[in-house]
Nanobody, 124 residues
Framework: QVRLVESGGGSVQAGGSLKLSCVAR????????IGWFRRAPGKEREAVAV???????EYGASAKGRVAISRDNAKTMVYLQMDSLIPEDTAMYYC??????????????????WGQGTQVTVSS
C-alpha cells in the first residue's frame, strides 16, 4: 500500500497561483491512477484532476481550465498547478491512489488510499 503525502498548500489572494505536490512513500506511482480531490467546509468531496498513466488526464468541472495535473515518475511525484485562484477554491486538497479497476476516474469512492491533505485558502 502506497502512503501519500501532500504539500504546497497555503494562503493566497484571488488571482494567485499554487502548486501542490503529492509524493508516494513505500510505492511507485508510474503505473497508478492518481487523483486530486478537494473538500470545502460543508460541501461534498469533489474531483479536481486525475492522471492515469503518462498522458491521460481528466479534470473536474469546478476548476477545469485553471488547473493542470502532471507527474514525475522518477521522483514518484504528482503535481497540481492551480492558477487564477478564486475564493471558491478554498478547501482541503487530497491526493488519492488505489483506484478500483472499472471505476470512474472522477469518483472519490473509487480510490482507497488517501493522503492527509493540504489546506488551500484563497482570499478575495
Amino acid at each position: 500500500q502506497v502512503r501519500l503525502v501532500e504539500s504546497g498548500g497555503g494562503s493566497v489572494q484571488a488571482g494567485g497561483s499554487l502548486k501542490l505536490s503529492c509524493v508516494a512513500r513505500g510505492g511507485r506511482l508510474e503505473t497508478h491512477v492518481i487523483g486530486w480531490f478537494r473538500r470545502a467546509p460543508g460541501k461534498e468531496r469533489e474531483a479536481v484532476a486525475v492522471i492515469a498513466g503518462d498522458t491521460r488526464v481528466e479534470y473536474g468541472a469546478s476548476a477545469k481550465g485553471r488547473v493542470a495535473i502532471s507527474r514525475d515518475n522518477a521522483k514518484t511525484m504528482v503535481y497540481l498547478q492551480m492558477d487564477s485562484l478564486i475564493p471558491e477554491d478554498t478547501a482541503m486538497y487530497y491526493c488519492a491512489a488505489g483506484f478500483r479497476s472499472g471505476g470512474q476516474l472522477l469518483r472519490a469512492d473509487d480510490y482507497k488510499d488517501w493522503g492527509q491533505g493540504t489546506q488551500v485558502t484563497v482570499s478575495s
